[in-house]
């Protein structure tokens, strides 16, 4: 059974193209990190509107840290998380954190994902991701904003070398 027709399918996906190419996604530049393979990092997502996002850590070998799953096979691990909780508790600003343990060689991102509003009505909210090595120095930096429901694959990328 036919329920579309050729042209009328070619139109559609046209419309789903154009509003993928309205989403904002981040390409920032690949930070070098030189120097830290083998050490403790820290990843630190941060946001002062008053909504609930989530972090999103991807390692070299592929492999994603959330708060679904919060260890890594090679050790990386979720730490600090904020929610729609905290935002009840009235605090004006929230952080997630992660930790990646011997950080390995190799590019890892991370994503944002705005998960719930929790009763507010932004739809979108600024973000900045800081990384720090073991002793809390900052060692990169990005920021970006991010869309309510709506993951932001790539909200800054970094390579350990």
Known sequence: MRWIGKQTYHWFAWII???FAAIPIVQAEVKEIDGYQGETLQVELVWEDPVDLD????????????FA???SKSGNRMGT???CKDIEKKKSSYRETAVIQKAKAGRYRVSV???KDCGNTSLEAKFGVILK????IV??????MVQYRLLNPVGWEFKVK
């Open 113 to 115: 994902d705005f998960i």
């Open 81 to 83: 998380e904020s929610g």
């Open 69 to 71: 799953n919060r260890v």
């Open 139 to 144: 060692i990169g930096k990005a920021q970006s």
């Open 133 to 136: 090595n073991e002793e809390g």
């Open 17 to 19: 193209l154009a509003g």
């Open 55 to 66: 972090l999103f850590l991807t390692d070299p070998t592929g492999e994603t840290i959330y």
